[in-house]
T-cell receptor, first 115, second 116 residues
């Protein structure tokens, strides 16, 4: 079974703190994604990575950065957390197109609250 | 850019009955994939069913089936014999078959409740 894990299920941080959300997958997938999920807005893509050290901005990258030093690990960084970044953060991974339908496999999510 | 629309934010179904969740999408491409994902309360998002656009036959997975209307750009999910465990948020998603990555475009989701 594909497994995508996230470092925390729940996280509470203060405004201005630097926050790291970690994601690890064990299926040797090339592509990894970070989304935020908010009520009424669905899933919005923050950043994705299609290879080690490669990254591309998604639809809402402002206020976030990412790091992918190893294939299995994709980190989301909030340089200076703000209250409007309170949300559910979902990580996903998938093989490259051509190896299946490109289905994404999701982690359990991290519910981040910024006070 | 592709868009995915789920116009109904909530639906309810009686246990053992059938329910259909609607999804429409907009694209200028001819080759793509469509997905329905399920997110149970406080649990992980999982894939329910996928459809390749080049296939005319509608996908089926046990009690879940789709009605794929390519010309109308419609992709609805039918759940037969609804069970309490089907209560969840359901997301429709689109992926282009072109390009070097598997980026998905999601709809806003629909919350399905199942009445016992």
């Amino acid at each position: 079974d594909v497994k995508v894990t996230q470092s925390s299920r729940y996280l509470v941080k203060r405004t201005g703190e630097k926050v790291f959300l970690e994601c690890v997958q064990d299926m040797d997938h090339e592509n990894m994604f970070w989304y935020r999920q908010d009520p009424g807005l669905g899933l919005r893509l923050i950043y994705f990575s299609y290879d080690v050290k490669m990254k591309e901005k998604g639809d809402i990258p402002e206020g976030y950065s990412v790091s992918r030093e190893k294939k299995e690990r994709f980190s989301l960084i909030l340089e200076s957390a703000s209250t409007n970044q309170t949300s559910m953060y979902l990580c996903a991974s998938s093989p490259i197109p051509g190896r299946g339908s490109g289905e994404q496999f999701f982690g359990p999510g991290t519910r981040l609250t910024v006070l | 850019a592709q868009t995915v629309t789920q116009s109904q934010p909530e639906m309810s179904v009686q246990e053992a009955e059938t329910v259909t969740l609607s999804c429409t999408y907009d694209t200028s491409e001819s080759d793509y994939y469509l997905f329905w994902y399920k997110q149970p309360p406080s649990r992980q998002m999982i894939l329910v069913i996928r459809q390749e656009a080049y296939k005319q036959q509608n996908a089926t997975e046990n009690r879940f089936s789709v009605n794929f209307q390519k010309a109308a750009k419609s992709f609805s999910l039918k759940i037969s014999d609804s069970q309490l465990g089907d209560a969840a948020m359901y997301f429709c998603a689109y992926r282009s078959a072109n390009g070097a990555n598997s980026k998905l475009t999601f709809g806003k989701g629909i919350t399905l409740s199942v009445r016992p």
